[in-house]
């Protein structure tokens, strides 16, 4: 069992820059792949970044491809994501997910534990 908790989400100007955080319970965290799910209000959870296990794939959506970066600090049990370059359509509510297995996904049902979620706001 995993437990995940996301912070660092809020209100920033296009442009601007937010990092999220994502702290994970348990050990072994590096038997689990990440991934960064978004949500905007009305719309379907979709995909924006997932890491294996120990970190040396990475895959990111083509919206999001070259101003985000997912990385992670097994040691720490954390997993990242930086945000570059905001843009108004990168509103959305963020969640943290563990997969059960280390190779990385983009499959939203291939992850079987889920975060909270954080909110992001980008204004324009």
């Known amino acids: 069992q995993v437990q995940l908790i996301e912070s660092g989400g809020g209100l920033v100007q296009a442009g601007g820059s937010l990092r999220l955080v994502c702290a994970a319970s348990?050990?072994?965290?590096?038997?689990?792949?990440m991934g960064w799910f978004r949500q905007a209000p009305g719309k379907e959870r979709e995909f924006v970044a997932t890491?294996?296990?120990?970190?040396?794939?990475?895959s990111y959506a083509d919206s999001v491809k070259g101003r985000f970066t997912i990385s992670r600090v097994n040691a720490k049990n954390t997993v990242y994501l930086q945000m570059n370059s905001l843009k108004p359509e990168d509103t959305a509510d963020y969640y943290c997910?563990?997969?059960?297995?280390?190779?990385?996904?983009?499959?939203?049902?291939?992850?079987?534990?889920w975060g909270q979620g954080t909110q992001v706001t980008v204004s324009s």
């Open positions: 890491i294996r296990g120990d970190g040396a794939i990475t």
């Open positions: 997910a563990a997969r059960g297995f280390p190779v990385e996904t983009m499959t939203v049902n291939d992850y079987a534990y």
């Open positions: 348990g050990r072994t965290f590096s038997r689990y792949a």
